[in-house]
């Protein structure tokens, strides 16, 4: 079981199944979204995702049809997001989590989109797009 937070503390979310195909991200959408060089995301099924509190503070912002992002309308931390295309699933930005995860980052992905000020040193594999399977 995971649990996780808003950086305000209103918006609280349990997982309890595991986190897959975490990646780092360095598209440019994902670095306007987090405010950094990347985000770190995983999946979750669904059925394993609970917002235990706050959910009538999650606002909702969508950028291309069909996916939709959620955050707190208090802090605006990045909450979740969902996508039409696949309902099984949702994506989820690992540092809304409070405690320790056990599964690992698997690669960093669009590194051609990368900021040009990032120094990007990693022993993890480097894709152009998403990762080989995906």
């Not at 950086?7 to 440019?28: A, D, P, Q």
């Not at 994506?91 to 599964?103: A, K, N, P, W, Y």
Request: proline fraction near 2%; glycine fraction near 8%; charged fraction near 20%.
């Amino acid at each position: 079981m995971y649990t996780g937070s808003c950086l305000c503390g209103e918006v609280s979310v349990e997982v309890s199944g595991s986190i897959t195909s975490i990646i780092h991200c360095h598209c440019s959408l994902c670095r306007k979204n987090s405010g950094t060089a990347f985000a770190t995301n995983g999946f979750v099924n669904t059925g394993d995702f609970t917002i235990t509190k706050g959910q009538s503070l999650l606002s909702e912002y969508s950028f291309k049809a069909g996916r939709t992002r959620y955050f707190c309308r208090c802090c605006g931390s990045p909450v979740y997001s969902s996508n039409n295309d696949d309902k099984s699933r949702i994506r989820i930005r690992l540092g809304i989590f409070d405690t320790d995860i056990t599964e690992q980052v698997l690669s960093h992905n669009f590194v051609t989109s990368k900021a040009n000020w990032e120094q990007l040193e990693t022993s993890l594999p480097c894709y152009e797009k998403h990762e080989p399977g995906r």
